[in-house]
């Protein structure tokens, strides 16, 4: 009663391309629903994403939900979630990845998802870490453990996105170091999941955290890859 009303003075929009949504269209709109652009990567091991990585780091499957790029639907989706507070975005990419990835057995012997953290200090900026609805609703529909504070972030980075490959490199370098966590939970095959892979600098580096310790099979799946 109280959403009907409070819809007909602030009726929900797609937050992707701000139109007014449908009644019968729920979290984006139906154009942006069907033409978000999908990578299906995880349909091809030796995708493009996947050779990108191994130049960094060993990593046994990766994927990406949507090709990202400056200006298209899933830009403005990665923008919202991040800097507007939109959670429901990240777990509605969660659960619409979760769901292909579930019925692919190289992804099914996943037995933890844990996603890239921020640190400390950005987390309380921000009040929040735009991947955890992501990982989460990855973990639930792979049946797999999910651990947010698996690994932590000992060193603050300045914002990547600005940096050159070079630079972000060098900056991300460890980074990343295990928690207590680690010494309760060994899996076998560990899920890294971030919001956006560009040079894979930052997913290395954390997968190099995890890799160090045992021998484990590691892979990797975010919302958006811009490929160079
Ligand atoms: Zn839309």
């Known amino acids: 009663m109280w959403n009907t009303l409070l819809d ?5 929009i797609c937050p992707i391309c701000q139109r007014t949504l449908h009644s019968w269209e729920q979290t984006f709109c139906l ?10 990567f995880h349909l091809w091991p030796r995708n493009s994403m996947q050779q990108q990585l191994e130049l960094l780091i060993p990593v046994y499957r990766s994927t990406s939900l949507f090709f990202f790029e400056h200006g298209n639907r899933t830009a403005h989706l990665i923008h919202q979630m991040k800097y507007n507070n939109q959670k429901y975005i990240s777990d509605y990419c969660g659960i619409r990845l979760g769901e292909t990835l579930k019925n692919i057995p190289d992804f099914q012997s996943i037995d933890l998802v844990v996603p890239v953290p921020l640190h400390p ?13 992501f990982a989460s609703q990855l973990a639930e529909q792979l049946k797999a453990d999910y651990c947010p504070d698996f690994i932590l972030r000992n060193k603050h980075t300045p914002h990547l996105a600005q940096a050159s490959a070079k630079q972000r490199k060098q900056w991300i ?3 990343f170091i295990l928690s207590d966590q680690s010494n309760y939970l060994n899996p076998k095959h560990l899920l890294l999941v971030d919001d956006v892979m560009t ?6 580096a954390c997968g190099a955290s995890i890799l160090n ?15 160079s």
């Open 121 to 133: 200090k950005r987390f309380r900026k921000r009040g929040y870490n735009q991947v955890f609805g």
């Open 173 to 175: 370098k460890d980074a």
């Open 199 to 204: 040079t894979g600098a930052t997913l290395a």
């Open 213 to 227: 310790s045992e021998s484990r099979r590691l892979s990797v799946a975010t919302i958006g890859c811009r490929l």
């Open 31 to 40: 154009g942006c629903t069907l033409n978000l652009p999908e990578t299906r």
């Open 8 to 12: 007909l003075f602030l009726p929900p």
